[in-house]
């Protein structure tokens, strides 16, 4: 398990918390009650407390956590010309439940410097916002996670802004060998396992020149 260390702001006030992460769902405990889902946007009580969490938080759709403000220190491990480094990447996730989940964080800091993709609000998708992020970063500075690995792919059935890439690593000979999304959709049917973007395992490897994939 990985631990994140973050903040929770609602109407009532806003308050330390820490998520732990096994690479594929999230969990963390905010006033007494535990949280669990697969992305920031997907958070809902355990079992047992959901009567206690409708008198504290405001519940949306599905009982997920809403109108609230997430911030996230999530750890990104870095390739750089003088070796691997782990930095944070800060993001920060409004809440609501009439909107998508929008960033109105997004910054990456290495030693004291800072790579922010934007400023403002701006929808939530780390498909998007991982590349862009690795577009500003200084040459021989690679980010090294998931979302970069030659075996994680999305689904054709559409996918949420964070947390619903799927690692491949049990096939890995026949995604790296995958040439269309027809082939894609063949091959990956009954296999892959939900998993963050920004996770890192021991099973990475580089996304192969000429590799064909869905993301």
């Not at 690679?142 to 049990?170: E, P, R, T």
């Not at 060998?177 to 990475?204: I, N, P, R």
């Amino acid at each position: 398990m990985t631990s994140y260390k973050s903040k929770y702001k609602d109407e009532n006030g806003q308050e330390e918390i820490c998520f732990e992460s096994d690479g594929s769902s999230l969990k963390t405990r905010i006033r007494g009650i535990d949280f669990e889902g697969q992305s920031f946007e997907e958070l809902e009580p355990i079992a047992g407390d959901l009567e206690k969490a409708q008198k504290i938080f405001y519940l949306g759709n599905f009982n997920y956590l809403s109108n609230c403000e997430i911030e996230v220190a999530l750890p990104i491990r870095l390739c750089t010309l003088a070796g691997f480094i782990e930095e944070p990447l800060m993001v920060g996730v409004l809440l609501n439940e009439s909107e998508e989940p929008e960033l109105i964080k997004f910054a990456l800091t290495i030693r004291e410097d800072i790579f922010s993709l934007f400023e403002g609000m701006k929808e939530m998708s780390f498909e998007y916002q991982l590349p862009a992020l690795q577009s500003l970063l200084p040459v021989g500075v690679h980010i090294k996670s998931c979302f970069f690995c030659a075996f994680s792919a999305y689904s054709v059935a559409g996918w949420s802004g964070f947390g619903s890439l799927i690692c491949f690593k049990d096939i890995k000979e026949k995604i790296i060998s995958v040439k269309s999304k027809e082939e894609y959709m063949d091959v990956a049917e009954g296999y892959g396992v939900s998993v963050q973007e920004t996770f890192l395992c021991s099973e990475y490897e580089d996304i192969k020149a000429g590799q064909w994939q869905y993301k």
